[in-house]
């Protein structure tokens, strides 16, 4: 009698999840952002979002048809996920060409040369940021004002170049402005509490865990304390000054949506705290010192390529070791 007993390979645990539910949440928590957004600058914001996601989603479609085998992996949502976060990363003003060049860039170079989802190293929506910014650093830093916009002070530049370039103080760009995206920025990047609804969301369908969002942020926050304190602030500013750097720029949008990929953040939850703590320090550096004035995308990007070095020496303990 043959043996019926067949013994695979661990995980054997059995999960409701699957990759299309998890990427359908994902695109579901950003749709808040996606229409403060477009009420923030207008029609446009739904068109570039659509061009960058059927772009994406074509690309993946063409690289897999003539020049990868397997099976087609558009119905998991991941080149959707891709496409959206990408037109996140870009202003409203950006020409349609610019986002076609992104998404290939996303899709064929960050993401099907490593073999699809799950075996990229880097995120493939910032590496498309990434390389726009560099090559095209007039169109991608060129942001229209809002429509209810308050700021006169700003003249199109997003709240954290105006203050690094002196044309306004942080403690000059209210909250109530970054919560709800009454400044110029990126499409993903202006409205605060729509960010932070989709978190919880998120939270709430188990897809991320808390543990390199908040870490990511209070490692920001502690950061430009430390250096507030250090020149000299008193009083509001204190506190001003890190509340200013979590809410402005892709500060969410980042630790939120983007250094919480699977693909890309470690595995374990020590190690995705050490990830996060690196990308919190990274990023300060970047906006306090560096030539850019925000600096969320290269400092996931910096620490997606140490991920492989965390997980080898960050482990959890083998099963049945004391």
């Known amino acids: ?63 897999q048809r003539f020049l990868c ?45 490593f073999g699809g989802l799950g075996k990229n190293p880097f995120n493939p929506a910032l590496v498309g940021r990434v390389f726009l910014l560099i090559a095209y650093p007039v169109q991608m830093t060129s942001f229209p004002m809002p429509a209810n916009g308050s700021f006169d002070a700003l003249s199109g530049a997003t709240a954290l170049a105006a203050v690094k370039h002196k044309l306004a103080a942080a403690d000059a760009v209210g909250v109530q402005d970054l919560l709800l995206g009454n400044m110029p920025g990126s499409l993903g990047e202006v409205a605060a509490a729509a960010l932070l609804l989709g978190f919880v969301y998120l939270l709430w369908r188990k897809v991320i865990t808390w543990h390199i969002p908040v870490t990511i942020l209070a490692t920001m926050a502690v950061f430009a304390f430390v250096v507030a304190l250090s020149r000299g602030d008193e009083g509001a500013m204190l506190w001003q000054f890190p509340l200013f750097h979590v809410l402005a720029g892709g500060a969410l949008l980042g630790a939120i949506f983007m250094a919480t990929d699977y693909s890309t953040s470690p595995m374990t939850v020590k190690g995705g705290v050490i990830f996060a703590v690196g990308i919190g320090v990274i990023t300060m550096c970047i906006r306090l010192w560096g030539a850019y004035p925000e600096g969320m995308s290269f400092a996931i990007l910096v620490m997606n390529a140490v991920v492989p070095l965390i997980n080898k020496y960050v482990k959890p303990k083998r099963f049945g070791l004391k």
């Open 1 to 63: 009698m043959a043996n019926k007993f067949i013994v695979s390979p661990a995980p054997h645990v059995q999960s409701a999840q699957s990759t299309a539910r998890i990427m359908r949440d994902v695109v579901i928590a950003l749709i808040p952002a996606l229409i403060v957004s477009t009420v923030v600058f207008g029609a446009n914001v739904l068109w570039i979002t659509a061009l960058s996601v059927f772009c994406c989603m074509l690309f993946e479609y063409l690289i």
């Open 69 to 113: 085998e397997g099976a087609n992996t558009l119905p998991n949502f991941s080149a959707v996920v891709t496409g959206v976060l990408l037109a996140f990363n870009l202003p409203a003003s950006i020409p349609w060409w610019i986002v076609v060049i992104g998404a290939f860039v996303a899709i064929a170079v960050a993401k099907m040369t």
